[in-house]
């Protein structure tokens, strides 16, 4: 089993790219312009219509949409086949803090890997809070994952599977991958593709040192998701709730990618040690400067973390 290497030249500020920097700074002074006191729905439905900081997604014509069952009714899957046969399935879950997001708004991110990678990538549309607290969402994510698992793979004539998402949806993955362990007695998953998971939502160090500074999310952000997640009162401790705590025993393979001005860097580091400390494979993928949300961003950086998530596939599935 090869070594979880940090190297601390990663986390120099010299070592941060000039693109980087530049995009960083876009990004705080966009959103240092939003109106202030919008509640996450609100803020939900300004990202659906393309306002305010961030541009609207990009939609890719091959995507199909199917509905599957769900606990509490049909859920939505958003397909995006590769342009060849494909060789696995990509069971995708987005990011937003349980809260915000959609299937629809990773497009271009699952065309590169579908094609790069040569996987079928199924994103699961979840209820989100605060409508919908936990278990809502996770449960949801549990039941998608289970109809790939038994007819996601007769869809696509496929054996092989991957898991993963980014932000929430890098925490849902690791919560469905112990979930299918436990209650199901299922490790069908041989990859995860881990992109700057919030895995301890009682908040890692790098999340309530952070401050105010709005790169995306700040501490105040972070404690507003998860107030919106969580019931009142919830032990935070929970496996089910922060895999951080879990015993993660017979996991797959994990690529965890994070960036060093992320306030979430804490949770990828310590979550891969573990990972690792448990007998799994981990590598961990850091970013110089790169920020919270990076892999949905066309820039330089957003391309080798897809090239690393592409090559770390076909060496797992």
């Not at 199909?64 to 086949?81: N, S």
């Not at 937003?96 to 959609?102: E, F, H, N, T, V």
Request: aromatic fraction near 8%.
């Amino acid at each position: 089993m090869a070594p979880l290497l940090i190297d601390p030249a990663l986390f120099d500020p010299a070592a941060i790219p000039a693109e980087t920097r530049a995009l960083n700074d876009e990004i705080v002074r966009r959103l240092n312009a939003e109106p202030t006191g919008l509640t996450l729905p609100q803020i939900r439905e300004r990202r659906i219509q393309g306002l305010g900081a961030f541009p609207p997604a990009v939609k890719s014509p091959r995507a199909e949409t199917i509905a599957i069952p769900g606990p509490a009714g049909p859920l939505e899957l958003r397909i995006i086949a590769p342009k060849a046969t494909p060789r696995g399935i990509f069971f995708h879950i987005h990011g937003g803090g349980w809260s915000i997001g959609a299937p629809d708004q990773n497009d271009p991110l699952l065309e590169s890997i579908a094609d790069g990678a040569g996987l079928a990538c199924a994103s699961v549309k979840y209820r989100l809070g605060p409508e919908h607290p936990y278990p809502a969402g996770p449960d949801d994510c549990e039941a998608a994952a289970l109809w790939v698992v038994r007819e996601g793979v007769k869809r696509f004539g496929v054996t092989k599977l991957a898991i993963g998402g980014e932000s929430a949806g890098a925490h849902l993955s690791a919560v469905i991958l112990l979930r299918l362990r436990d209650r199901h007695q299922l490790t069908p998953f041989s990859a995860a593709f881990l992109n700057y998971g919030c895995y301890d939502l009682g908040m890692t160090p790098s999340v309530r040192q952070w401050g105010a500074e709005k790169l995306v999310l700040n501490t105040a952000g972070v404690a507003a998701f998860t107030k919106s997640f969580l019931p009142p009162g919830t032990n935070t401790s929970d496996p089910d709730v922060s895999p951080l705590y879990a015993d993660l025993r017979g996991m797959p393979p994990a690529l965890f990618s994070v960036g060093t001005r992320d306030l979430l860097v804490d949770d990828s580091l310590f979550m891969a040690s573990r990972w690792l400390a448990a007998g799994n494979v981990a590598e961990l993928a850091v970013y110089p400067g790169a920020c919270h949300g990076f892999v949905s961003v066309p820039f330089a950086q957003r391309d080798e973390a897809v090239r690393r998530i592409t090559e770390f596939s076909k060496r797992y599935i």
